[in-house]
């Protein structure tokens, strides 16, 4: 038995995420952008919040956290680095701690790039990772605290888990990072594909959320400094991936 998951869209364009355990009846949200859709959807299911967890500092992140707190009395985790700008954490999280929603343990990842102190979850045994706001479903969040080189370092460590690993991701942005994709990549036919398919789910009004890491390695360009066409499209044939990550990245801002 594993996690049960539930995505939960949330103002104008972000996700929050749900994790259940049918055994232990733990349940986890993820990010809490606003509280009521949240608690709607715990009431609709009969399930009570055991945790809640916080990926950065963003507004759009944590603004319904004292909320629902205040409604489920769940525990409240996040980064230990961002504390003084989180709201206030029952478990301050580094690395190397570990907690676990019903029997299945979750890793805790720093992914500092849009923010320093951003991290992802990573549950292993249900194969989902919780990435918010650091790899997202075709693209990467922008730059606004850490270096494009920190940012390649979080995007790189996210890449080498198991490509069957679910992207949680914290906005729907997808069609317009496919596009941009595009304009680096014209002739790569998952992308091409992924654009239709993307087109076609946000036509009948669904999340693009969760993606497959598998997916992210074939279209997403933020994982793909390495393709020639790239490459070749940012005019850096022998720049290093890294340099070629900061000039995707660059590009993204100005598009
Ligand atoms: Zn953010
Ligand atoms: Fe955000």
Redesign the pocket.
């Known amino acids: 038995m594993t996690l049960t998951l539930v995505t939960i869209p949330c103002l104008k364009d972000n996700y929050a995420y749900l994790i259940h355990d049918p055994v232990s009846g733990e349940t986890a949200c993820v990010d809490v952008p606003e509280a009521a859709p949240i608690l709607t959807e715990l009431s609709a299911r009969d399930w009570r919040l055991t945790d809640i967890l916080i990926t950065?500092h963003?507004s759009?992140?944590i603004d319904g956290v004292a909320e629902l707190r205040a409604a489920t009395g769940a525990m409240v985790l996040g980064a230990a680095a961002d504390a003084h700008r989180l709201p206030p954490l029952d478990l301050a999280l580094t690395e190397d701690s570990s907690f676990s929603i019903g029997s299945d343990f979750a890793r805790v990842i720093d992914v500092p790039g849009?923010t320093v102190g951003h991290i992802a979850f990573y549950f292993a045994d249900a194969g989902l990772a919780f990435t918010a706001?650091s790899l997202m479903a075709g693209g990467c969040?922008r730059l606004f605290e850490g270096t494009a080189a920190q940012m390649w370092s979080s995007l790189s460590i996210l890449a080498a888990l198991p490509p069957q690993t679910l992207i949680c991701s914290g906005h729907e942005y997808t069609a317009s990072n496919l596009r941009f994709a595009a304009t680096l990549e014209p002739d790569n036919p998952a992308l091409i594909y992924r654009i239709d398919r993307v087109a076609a789910a946000r036509g009948n009004g669904q999340a693009t959320v969760p993606s497959t890491l598998s997916e992210e390695l074939a279209t997403n360009p933020f994982l793909r400094p390495h393709q020639a066409q790239i490459r070749a499209s940012v005019g850096m044939p022998h720049a290093t991936d890294a340099e070629t990550f900061a000039e995707i990245r660059k590009r993204k801002d100005r598009f």
Do not use: P, W, Y
Request: glycine share 14%; no cysteine.
């Open positions: 950065h963003h759009d992140h849009h706001d969040g």
